[in-house]
DNA sequence: TATATCGATATACTTTAGTATACTAGCAAT
DNA sequence: ATTGCTAGTATACTAAAGTATATCGATATA
């Protein structure tokens, strides 16, 4: 790689074309009618894709499985096949997808304060 | 409101559902190709509609008027007309839209910090 | 009279996201 | 031989999100 792209906080923050870029990278991640499901489903454990399908009653496997392909590639979910019969097939989150739960706390707690700032006022 | 559905920091972190339910409210204010944009570009000032659609420069008008609305809805923004010739019409972020600021920097440290992590892993 | 500005709206379209339903391979137990 | 388990895939569809392009009404200016 020969162009420098890395930038700082600091230069991120005060660019708000840079910002909206670097944030919406974020955004991208965890976008999508599934993402949170999963993602939530896997902070506290790791599991197996029909385990993690019971834990979210209405996803078909189809999109189980784009949806994880999805976080895998983008580094949040690292999957692991077992030699067993059947099969098992493990999936958990990395370091990255873990911290994740920062910024996932940050959003509870506005999405709290929004709520009671808005009550009755529509 | 007949019924208490209010319920504490604590027990939306504690419950799986309850809190993805609740990130996810966080998550709908903000998700589309272009809220991100508009709430950056009324981050730091207020702006008028063409104003906005200039500093955004591939936006349609529809899209503008759209997601205006939209975040308005919301309680992310306060519109304000003034009866001038012709029209004006201001945007401004509510105080709830600013405090989101709060969690677009978490997003934003996040982002930096997975791509830090990730960089020549894939 | 014609043209421009502001803040949009109308109609028709394409693209992306998500759903429904059926099916696969490999192996084990009944 | 049939059934069930695992972790998915295949095909065809509907619904939601976004785009393109033209137009509006009220007023001001050339």
Chains 1, 2 share one sequence.
């Not at 708000?16 to 896997?42: C, E, H, M, R």
Request: glycine share 4%.
């Amino acid at each position: 790689m020969e162009i420098e792209n890395v930038i700082s906080f600091k230069e991120a923050k005060a660019c708000p074309i840079q910002f909206v870029l670097a944030v919406n990278d974020t955004l991208n991640v965890i976008s999508g009618k599934w993402k949170l499901p999963i993602i939530g489903s896997l902070l506290f454990e790791k599991r197996r894709f029909t385990d993690i399908q019971r834990t979210i009653s209405k996803i078909t496997p189809r999109m189980l499985s784009k949806e994880l392909k999805d976080l895998e590639m983008n580094g949040m979910v690292k999957r692991t096949v077992y030699d067993t019969t059947p099969i098992t097939v493990e999936y958990e989150l990395t370091e990255s997808g873990k911290l994740l739960s920062d910024v996932l706390d940050k959003m509870l707690e506005w999405g709290m304060q929004h709520r009671e700032a808005t009550i009755g006022k529509n």
